[in-house]
């Protein structure tokens, strides 16, 4: 079964720090991009993070650059994000998810066609 | 950025109901949209990607639509397992994909 389980979420000062990761499974973890994407209580979602397979390309959303690390070990089949200098506005429950790619006449389309259950990061005094 | 903005926000349906839900891009993004369905507590799931095409094991009730800047999603017949948010998503700037408010359908 293809699957991906996140950890690591938690509850965590403003400013203090937390290590997210995603186990997966059931799937060549080498040959997929992965992003993380998150959604604070309520309210829609929000991408965060990409990684390519082999971590050669790397991006972030404007609103975590400089705080937040998108990383990977596909000898471990894992996933990580980890978050320095939190906000209370990061407070979300983060997602991993798959970049599946679909081809259409010689086109080529990106979607994300696995995700995770999700880990819940609260930042609260 | 390209900015995605779904209408309605929210929507109030019948079962058996046919249901649009429209999502309009900043700029025009070809046909790099996909859709998700996502209900309480529960991750996303992938419903159609390249704005028409449905992915593997989803009900044939749901289709969608456009092309540029205008998209759509159709839920045909509405089931009671259909009652959920859904989400738009241009794939044209991938490293730096952005999603639509999200439209909740509910019950009438």
């Known amino acids: 079964e293809v699957q991906l389980v996140e950890s690591g979420g938690g509850l965590v000062q403003p400013g203090g720090s937390l290590r997210l990761s995603c186990a997966a499974s059931?799937?060549?973890?080498?040959?997929?991009?992965m992003n993380w994407v998150r959604q604070a209580p309520g309210k829609g979602l929000e991408w965060v993070s990409y990684?390519?397979?082999?971590?050669?390309?790397?991006h972030y959303a404007d609103s975590v650059k400089g705080r937040l690390t998108i990383s990977r070990d596909n000898a471990k089949n894992s996933l990580y994000l980890q978050m320095n200098s939190l906000r209370v506005e990061d407070t979300a429950v983060y997602y991993c998810?798959?970049?599946?790619?679909?081809?259409?006449?010689?086109?080529?389309?990106?979607?994300?066609?696995?995700w995770g259950k999700g880990t819940t990061v609260t930042v609260s005094s | 950025d390209i900015q995605m903005t779904q209408s309605p926000s929210s929507l109030s349906a019948s079962v058996g109901d046919r249901v649009t839900i429209t999502c309009r891009a900043s700029?025009?993004?070809?046909?790099?949209l996909n859709w998700y369905q996502q209900k309480p507590g529960k991750a996303p799931k992938l419903l159609i990607y390249a704005a028409s095409s449905l992915q593997s094991g989803v009900p044939s009730r749901f289709s969608g639509s456009g092309s540029g800047t205008d998209f759509t999603l159709t839920i045909s017949s509405l089931q009671p397992e259909d009652f959920a948010t859904y989400y738009c998503?241009?794939?044209?700037?991938?490293?730096?994909?952005?999603f639509g408010q999200g439209t909740r359908l509910e019950i009438k």
């Open positions: 998503q241009q794939s044209y700037s991938i490293l730096l994909t952005t």
């Open positions: 700029q025009s993004i070809n046909n790099y």
């Open positions: 990684i390519s397979s082999r971590s050669s390309g790397i």
């Open positions: 998810a798959r970049v599946g790619l679909g081809e259409l006449l010689n086109y080529y389309y990106y979607y994300m066609d696995v």
């Open positions: 059931g799937f060549t973890f080498s040959d997929y991009n």
